[in-house]
Nanobody
């Protein structure tokens, strides 16, 4: 099934930015659409964004549209999520996933 490992999370102030990365190993990364989902404290999983296999098509939840950008580098087997203008409502554990597996997540607390 392969492995997905997220990184780049950490405490950020409201209005700040972070870039999350998701490194894939043991999986044919380029053959899968990739997705970011998140789970806020005490809440269920929320879909954030999806990118198709070649990176040419992206989609976003309304809650992040215009602030977050998903991208991928198939040569590096890596998925990214650039997050700008963060608010406390973006506080969550962020996971990358494809059809067969999901990473362990990286925490993003947004607080002053």
């Amino acid at each position: 099934e392969g492995q997905l490992v997220e990184s780049g999370g950490g405490l950020v102030q409201p209005g700040g930015s972070l870039r999350l990365s998701c490194a894939a190993s043991g999986v044919a990364f380029r053959y899968y659409a990739m997705t970011w989902v998140r789970q806020a404290p005490g809440k269920g999983l929320e879909w954030v964004s999806t990118i198709n296999r070649d990176g040419g098509v992206t989609s976003y939840a309304d809650s992040v549209k215009g602030r977050f950008t998903i991208s991928r580098d198939n040569a590096k087997n890596t998925l990214y999520l650039q997050m700008n203008s963060l608010t406390p409502e973006d506080t969550a554990v962020y996971y990358c996933a494809n059809d067969v597996t999901r990473g362990q997540g990286t925490q993003v607390p947004v607080s002053s």
